[in-house]
């Protein structure tokens, strides 16, 4: 995710894009820039915050009446200056910003580099304003002609606005697949752009939310819109009622819930381009480039701390489970100080959604000393950990704002199962028909995921009333949901601040279960699967010792319903896929909690997003 402003109007436009980029902010933030035109195409841009842009601009006499800004999070090319939106075309008349991902740039990258176009960074975007140049000057057309035409060239999803040195009074933005907002200001000729209404509500509360496939032109003060298929539209104008803070979190109450609903799209984008179920293509630049260490493997070391740790776990399982490779999963903080046995044919993979924890950093430092392959499964591209690592995957969770990992972990977990299958197809240890049946069904994950959304929020809304007040919880699952019941109990600690424990269920008889009590709820996830008879003889242990019982089930499951005090089902999946649908119902019951308490959900007491320190 990206934010993108656009002014063009009787004000200086500078003040509005700067401050409309820190109010974007939560939508990326390794680099940002804007374009100026007064006359001339002033461009800014800079490495980091929307601050460090502010800082680097100073107090620098910065004119211009319209203008465009960008704040990036980065998926193509390494957050740097170079990199930083906005991109000139080969002429530097034309400045584009740019949300989204353009899928087919290197075919068009190809073809212009023939023609003898210079690109200066590494991303799809400047390809993009290149192409538009391209056609303008074939065509001898219009700008927007230009813009369309490119736009139909494009595979991809896109939210664009274009300002151009030549048509200083024109000004296009572009959707498909990425929001885009219009304002339309108080000042006559007064227009306003952005990924949605946070920059906007403060100078007006008329806005028009473009569609996919359209096209917004704003020349000599009038606002048209127009489909790629050159088909005129009349703009709906809405009055925006909500309030700033409200937009910023999509209309939820909280950043984490905002992240927890975007699962369905998380877990998509992080195996989306990288999996084919038909061809069984598991297509990974780790994967390619350590096939060999991959088939001769004989350990994989997991770090991790916290949310990564137990994503971690979930990961032991997979890679065991499907690559027959010893998996050790460690604390990234306990490794680096017990003088551990590394050895120079291990693979490390350290596991982080900020790619700045201390411990894990340190942790993978001691394993690069000692030469063993080291791996990174991070969020933030560009971060300390990819930039250390010999290869990795990013998991394309987007920015995660809550403190509470929620979108990160199904998202880890998501690229753990496709570097699990993918080592296992190099090692010959997995069927074709086992492997086509996992990809099939990951597929289908997140139409799962929003099923579950959707279907349990009523059930968890009224346990967490039932146990809001509670002081302790337990946590049970075995198999892929032990991993699951830790980060189930985690969730809960870290945001309502009531004491939980996750516990492998069969390990209640071994102490724990002198816990159980009338007081005592303890959720239990009962999915079907070769041992669902041995979790149900934990839940009658439980169930003996009054506990209170709360089952996490699969759809249509007959025999826990008549145990448990609350069921909540889950659809039918791979025994391996399960954590992705399991955790979300603890996720919903931690914040539900947590909000019942009153207390500050994204923020929650002593924690910090990332833990840059030891
Ligand atoms: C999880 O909800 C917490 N925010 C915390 O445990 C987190 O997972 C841990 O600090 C690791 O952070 P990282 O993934 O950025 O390395």
Partial sequence: MCGIVAYIGPNQAYNFLIQGLKRLEYRGYDSAGIALLDGDMKVYKEHGKVQDLENKIGNQNIEGTKGIGHTRWATHGEPNQKNAHPHLSQSGNLAVIHNGIIENYATLKEALVKTGHVFKSDTDT??????????????????????????????????????????????????KGSPLVVGIGENPGEFFMASDATPIVEYTRKVSYLEDNEIAVITNGELIVKTIANVKKTPFIHQLEISLDAIEKGGYEHFMLKEIFEQPKSIHDSFRGRIDSNTLQIEMRSLNEFENKIRNLKRIIIIGCGTSWHAGLVGEYLFEDFARIPVEVEYASEFRYRNPILYADDLVIAISQSGETADT??????????????????????????????????????????????????????????????????????????????????????????????????????????????????????????????????????????????????????????????????????????????????????????????????????????????????????????????????????????????????????????????
């Avoid at 939210?159 to 296009?172: C, E, G, H, R, Y």
């Avoid at 968890?460 to 032990?482: D, M, P």
């Avoid at 870290?494 to 159980?516: D, N, R």
């Fill in 126 to 175: 400047e390809v993009l304003v290149h192409l538009i140049e391209e056609i303008r000057n074939h065509e001898k057309c219009s700008l927007f002609e230009a813009v369309r035409l490119a736009l139909n060239e494009v595979v991809g999803a896109y939210a664009i606005v274009i300002l151009s040195k030549n048509d200083p009074d024109v000004l296009i933005g572009a959707r």
């Fill in 361 to 614: 950093l340190a942790a993978l430092e001691l394993a690069k000393k000692a030469g063993a392959t080291i791996f990174g499964v991070c969020n933030v591209v560009g971060s300390s950990i990819p930039r250390m690592t010999d290869a990795g995957a990013y998991t394309h969770a987007g920015p995660e704002i809550g403190v509470a990992s929620t979108k990160a972990f199904t998202a880890q977990v998501t690229v753990l199962t496709l570097l699990a299958l993918g080592f296992a197809q190099r090692r010959g240890t997995i069927s074709d028909s086992k492997l086509r049946s996992v990809l099939q069904e990951l597929e289908r994950i997140p139409a799962k995921v929003e099923k579950v959304l959707k279907s349990c929020q009523e059930s968890v809304l009224a346990i967490a009333k039932e146990y809001s007040h509670v002081s302790n919880f337990l946590y049970l699952g075995r198999g892929y949901n032990f991993p699951v019941a830790l980060e189930g109990a985690l969730k809960l600690k870290e945001i309502s601040y009531i004491h939980a424990e996750g516990y492998p269920a069969a390990e209640m008889k071994h102490g724990p279960i002198a816990l159980i009590d009338a007081e005592m709820p303890v959720v239990v996830i009962a999915t079907q699967n070769e041992i669902y008879e041995k979790v149900l003889s934990n839940i009658q242990e439980v169930k003996a010792r009054k506990g209170r019982l709360i089952a996490i089930v699969t759809e249509g499951d007959t025999k826990v319903k008549d145990v448990a005090e609350h069921i909540i089902e889950i659809p039918e999946t791979e025994d391996a896929l399960v954590p992705l649908l399991s955790t979300i119902p603890l996720q919903l019951l931690s914040y539900h909690i947590a909000v019942l308490r009153g207390c500050n959900v994204d923020q929650p007491r002593n924690l910090a997003k990332s833990v840059t320190v030891e």
